[in-house]
């Protein structure tokens, strides 16, 4: 975690299991700037369509916040993927919410 002023930035980086889903994630309170270093992951947000979208190795996405999601593995090799968030000082990265039920995840 770093803190410039009024913006904290925070960095994180996993691997996703071949076949695995990251499960329903809250929403953070700011964006993330996801790159996927190996693999694929698919991103599902609860939105008005939920409409998945399919990233493979070395693209990246932005999330805009404050929207239920989840980033599964549907291949059949491992996903890398790093992902830095940009919170105000006082936030959390993680604030739970209640799956919003519009969504098959």
Do not use: K
């Amino acid at each position: 975690m770093l803190r410039f002023g009024r913006v904290v930035i925070v960095l994180a980086g996993g691997v996703l299991a071949a076949g695995l889903l990251s499960g329903t994630a809250p929403p953070p309170p700011g964006p993330s700037f996801n790159a996927v270093a190996e693999g694929e992951v698919t991103h599902n947000t609860a939105g008005s369509s939920c409409t998945p979208q399919r990233f493979s190795a070395r693209s990246t996405f932005v999330d805009t916040g404050h929207v239920v999601h989840t980033l599964r593995n549907e291949g059949t090799v491992p996903a890398v993927v790093y992902v830095t968030w940009l919170v105000a000082p006082a936030a959390t990265v993680r604030v739970d919410e209640p799956n919003p039920g519009n969504c098959p995840f």
